[in-house]
């Protein structure tokens, strides 16, 4: 947002397992938010779970202090859904295609923890800077892991994560950025 970001990006992603890819992106048009439900979760999301056998990653991990972490290359989608299945907008999605019209965020947060307000601003400010690249209107779409993930029960992630005091600086953050429909 015009050099003016209070949170440092660090471009990871030539680094990635491509095992934890998929090729070919189209258009993002909303948001799903994690939690790591660990520490130290970038050397997972790179390659660990691709050598683990268990493939996922995500587009962005944001650190405890709000650092970003870009892990996937411009081309390519991250599995972040896994198992799921939502409708958008009237169509059906399901697994790999869910994973690649949501931009997935991971949080650095273990279940006992509450994501810190750090982290709040930084995805605050990723979202309004992905936003005015994917031309989003107000209202954002945004959906908690545990919302997709089917079986449903499978996954309950974003943990400690306060999503009215999110959606108080994701609002403040796109009104002074003047995103559409504001
Ligand atoms: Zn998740």
């Known amino acids: 947002?015009?050099?003016?970001?209070?949170?440092?990006?660090?471009?990871?992603?030539?680094?990635?397992?491509?095992?934890?890819f998929g090729a070919?992106?189209?258009?993002i048009v909303g948001t799903l938010i994690h939690t790591t439900s660990g520490t130290s979760s970038l050397d997972w999301l790179l390659s660990g779970s691709a050598r683990a056998g268990r493939p996922a990653?995500?587009?962005f991990l944001i650190d405890r202090?709000?650092?970003?972490?870009?892990?996937t290359r411009p081309g390519y989608y991250p599995y972040h859904a896994g198992e799921s299945r939502y409708d958008i907008y009237g169509r059906k999605y399901r697994g790999n295609d869910l994973s690649s019209i949501l931009l997935g965020?991971?949080?650095?947060?273990?279940?006992?923890?509450?994501?810190?307000?750090?982290?709040?601003?930084?995805?605050?400010?990723?979202?309004?800077?992905?936003g005015l690249d994917n031309s989003?209107?107000?209202?954002?779409?945004l959906l908690g892991h545990y919302e997709v993930a089917r079986p449903l029960g499978r996954r309950s992630d974003p943990q400690g994560f306060d999503w009215g005091?999110?959606?108080?600086?994701?609002?403040?953050?796109?009104?002074?950025?003047?995103?559409?429909?504001?």
């Not at 949080?107 to 800077?129: F, G, K, P």
Request: hydrophobic share 30%; net charge negative; glycine share 8%.
């Open 165 to 182: 005091d999110f959606m108080g600086r994701l609002y403040a953050t796109a009104l002074a950025a003047q995103v559409p429909g504001l």
């Open 136 to 141: 989003w209107r107000w209202p954002y779409y």
């Open 24 to 27: 070919g992106r189209g258009i």
């Open 57 to 59: 990653s995500a587009d």
């Open 1 to 20: 947002m015009n050099g003016t970001n209070r949170y440092p990006d660090i471009d990871n992603s030539s680094s990635g397992d491509t095992r934890n």
């Open 105 to 130: 965020v991971e949080l650095e947060n273990r279940d006992d923890q509450r994501c810190t307000y750090q982290q709040l601003d930084s995805l605050a400010e990723l979202l309004v800077i992905v």
């Open 65 to 71: 202090d709000g650092t970003r972490h870009k892990l």
